[in-house]
């Protein structure tokens, strides 16, 4: 390895020449290396460089310019070289590997996961709490269908009786009672209800209003219509704040134009009725009902089992009214007009 300074003014050339040099310093002789100083003929000539000692070894610079040439190495004007013995460029090369790959190694261990270092930790946030949603207590899952019929049966003073129901819904409810032979029918349409019972020699004609004056029942086609499928019924206004009980919430309404009180359970899991009643204040009539078994119909939750209690100043009966075979959306063939 060779490395070569220029020195551009002859001046200074020659006040380096005057001042005395040890032959090689400390550093140089670790190192294994010689300077010698190289000066064109063209340059003044210095008394030491006459005297041959115009470089480290003695030699004149003569022959130190013509062995340099033999070798094909040739200096400029005015220029010192340094040579080191192939040692002394080995241990060089070997702290410059050493140097490189030290600084690589050390850029390595700082940085981590993509390029951030380790004196930077990550900052770990707890997650946010996520709000579980409020319970909706108003909404019900109601059965819809645009014809319903069943089969029932049900105990009436002690008589076990059986019957037929057939809806087509907003339009009307035929009811048909038996024992062995028919002994009861009704119809109801909105605006009209017919009932016919042979059995206690009961007969009304009529609309809604009369039926309340003379049988002292208070109810109207559409409520009829939902409480027997387990809907709510409609025309309802908030009254209260919903109260919860474990998995059931009671919901309280006002319903219709004779502002009945209607107060409805619901299973907060199914969305569905578990009881309804409805109490008149104009006549105190109260009919309870319970929705105690349901059945899938159609992927509907028909109820099949329901408890019914009426009470009011002329009626005072309870039943359990069971329900089987089903059938939703089908073509309906009434029994009679």
Not at 1 to 22: G, N, Q
Not at 199 to 228: F, H, V
Request: proline residues 5%; charged residues 25%.
């Amino acid at each position: 390895m060779k490395a070569t300074v220029s020195i551009d003014s002859k001046r200074e050339l020659r006040r380096e020449c005057d001042t005395p040099r040890p032959s090689a310093t400390p550093l140089q002789e670790g190192m294994g290396c010689r300077i010698t100083l190289t000066i064109n003929d063209a340059l003044p000539r210095h008394p030491l460089l006459e005297r041959g000692e115009g470089t480290a070894s003695g030699r004149s610079d003569s022959e130190a310019v013509n062995k340099m040439k033999r070798r094909g190495v040739s200096h400029p004007k005015g220029s010192i070289s340094l040579h080191f013995p192939r040692c002394a460029s080995a241990y060089i090369a070997f702290l410059l590997i050493l140097l490189f790959t030290g600084c690589r190694s050390h850029k390595e261990l700082q940085r981590t996961d993509g390029g951030k270092t380790d004196s930077t930790s990550a900052v770990v946030r707890p997650k946010p709490t996520v709000k579980p949603k409020p319970l909706d207590y108003e909404a019900i899952e109601n059965v819809e269908f645009n014809s319903y019929h069943a089969n029932f049966s049900c105990n009436v003073n002690g008589i076990t009786v059986n019957g037929q129901i057939r809806m087509a819904k907003d339009s009307i409810i035929w009811v048909s009672i038996n024992k062995i032979i028919e002994i009861g029918r009704a119809k109801l349409t909105p605006d009209r209800v017919q009932v016919n019972v042979k059995l206690l020699n009961k007969n009304y004609d009529g609309d809604y209003a009369g039926l309340k004056r003379q049988w002292d029942i208070d109810i109207d086609y559409a409520t009829a219509e939902a409480l027997l499928t387990g809907n709510r019924p409609p025309q309802c206004s908030k009254s209260k704040d919903p109260i919860r009980t474990g998995d059931t919430a009671t919901l309280y309404y006002t319903q219709g134009k004779e502002h009945r009180q209607l107060t409805l359970k619901k299973n907060l899991t199914t969305k569905q009725l578990t009881e309804a009643e409805m109490y008149s204040p104009s006549n105190g009539q109260r009919i309870n009902l319970i929705y105690s078994q349901r059945q899938t119909v159609d992927g509907q939750r028909l109820p099949t089992s329901i408890g019914v209690k009426i009470k009011s100043s002329n009626i005072n009966e309870q039943t359990v009214i069971k329900l089987d075979k089903l059938k939703l959306n089908e073509n309906q063939s009434y029994p009679f007009k």
